[in-house]
C-alpha cells in the first residue's frame, strides 16, 4: 500500500510538470523502484502494453516445452564489418551502426519471412553473476545478455517505423556464460569501456562482425514477443540462440563500473539492468533442435514436435 501510494504521489508530479515532453519521458523510467518495470505501463499511457500486453518479453524458456518446428531454417547474417557508436544510454549499452547506405548487414532466415537489416546491439547485465540476462532457461539466469536488433527493410524505412509496426523488428538474444577466453568481437565492444562510464558518454568501434559475436551452432529457440523497455511494443521475432558465449571476469569488471548518470552526478551503477520473465500467455515457443527421438532416460518419452505424425501426441503430452 506505502508503495502504491508513493507512485500515486510521483505520478500526479510528474503529470503536472508542463515540461515534460515526448523526449524527456526517457528520463521517468528504471529498472527498480517506483519508476522500474512494474510500473511502466502507468508512467506513460503510450507505454500500456507493458503493463496489459499479453506478448511480452523477456520469458522464461522451459526445455520440455519447446516445440520442434520442421520448417525452421538456419539463420544467415552477412558476415562484413560494421563501425558505429558505444553509447552508456543511462539504461544500457548500446552498440548504433553508422548510416552506411553501401554495406547493410542483413538477417535472413530462421523463422523469418522478410529480410531485416541490422541496426543495434544492448547488453544487459547483472552486478553479480547470479542474474543479469534478461531471458532465463528453466528459471536460471546468465550474468549478461547481449541482443542484436535488426527491422523489417522489405516492409519498412527505418527502425523507429518499423518499431510500431507488426513483424517489424528481429532480435537475436546470445547468452553470456562466465570463461576464461572471450569471445573476440566482444573484447571489441568492451575493451575502451573506460571511456563511456558516465551516462550519455559514447565512443567510436571500427571493424565489428556482428556475425563473429555469435557462438558456434545453428540451433535457436524462438517465439513472438516486445522489447524489453519501454514502450514495449509488441513486434519482435526473437530467437534465443541454444549456446552461450563467453565473457572474462575483467569484461564483467569493466561493464560494472559503469554509471547511469554523469560525472559529477553519477547516480547508480548501470548494471542489473534486466527486465523480469514475463508470463507467456500461451505463446508456443518453438525450436530448430529434432527433439523426435526416443530418450532412455526419461522413460521413452518423445519430445514435443510439429511433425504431422506426432502433432496430437504433442498436444496431449503438453497437457501434463
Request: glycine share 6%; charged share 20%; aromatic share 10%.
Amino acid at each position: 500500500m506505502l508503495l502504491c501510494a508513493a507512485f500515486a504521489v510521483f505520478l500526479h508530479v510528474l503529470l503536472q510538470t508542463s515540461s515534460v515532453t515526448a523526449v524527456s519521458w526517457e528520463e521517468w523510467w528504471t529498472y527498480d523502484g517506483i519508476s522500474g518495470p512494474a510500473f511502466w505501463g502507468l508512467i506513460n499511457p503510450e507505454w500500456s502494453l507493458c503493463n496489459k500486453g499479453r506478448r511480452q518479453s523477456p520469458v522464461n524458456l522451459e526445455p520440455n516445452k519447446l516445440l520442434f518446428d520442421p520448417n525452421l531454417r538456419p539463420l544467415h547474417i552477412d558476415k562484413h564489418r560494421v563501425s558505429g557508436n558505444i553509447m552508456n544510454t543511462g539504461h544500457s549499452v548500446i552498440f548504433n551502426v553508422e548510416n552506411d547506405t553501401r554495406h547493410h548487414i542483413n538477417i535472413t532466415g530462421g523463422p523469418l519471412s522478410y529480410k531485416y537489416q541490422f541496426q543495434e546491439i544492448h547488453i544487459h547485465y547483472g552486478l553479480h553473476d547470479q542474474f543479469g540476462s534478461e531471458h532465463t532457461i528453466n528459471g536460471y539466469a546468465f550474468p549478461a545478455e547481449i541482443q542484436i536488433f535488426g527491422f523489417n527493410s522489405q516492409l519498412y524505412s527505418n527502425f523507429s517505423e518499423a518499431l510500431h509496426k507488426a513483424q517489424g523488428i528481429v532480435v537475436i538474444s546470445l547468452l553470456l556464460q562466465l570463461g576464461d577466453l572471450s569471445n573476440p568481437e566482444l573484447r571489441i565492444l568492451t575493451e575502451q569501456l573506460d571511456k563511456i562510464r558516465y551516462g550519455g558518454e559514447e565512443m567510436e568501434i571500427k571493424r565489428l562482425s556482428v556475425r563473429g559475436l555469435l557462438p558456434e551452432t545453428d540451433y535457436y529457440m524462438t517465439y513472438d514477443g516486445s522489447t524489453t523497455m519501454p514502450a514495449c511494443h509488441e513486434t519482435v521475432t526473437w530467437l534465443i540462440l541454444n549456446k552461450p558465449i563467453y565473457i572474462t571476469k575483467q569484461q564483467m569488471h569493466a561493464l560494472r563500473r559503469l554509471m547511469q548518470g554523469h560525472a559529477i552526478h553519477p547516480k547508480a551503477p548501470l548494471g542489473n539492468n534486466f527486465r523480469p520473465p514475463q508470463p507467456l500467455h500461451h505463446r508456443p515457443v518453438r525450436t530448430n533442435i529434432d527433439f523426435n527421438v526416443k530418450h532412455p532416460a526419461e522413460g521413452g518419452k518423445v519430445c514435443p514436435s510439429m511433425y504431422r505424425d506426432v502433432h496430437y501426441k504433442a498436444n496431449s503430452w503438453k497437457q501434463h
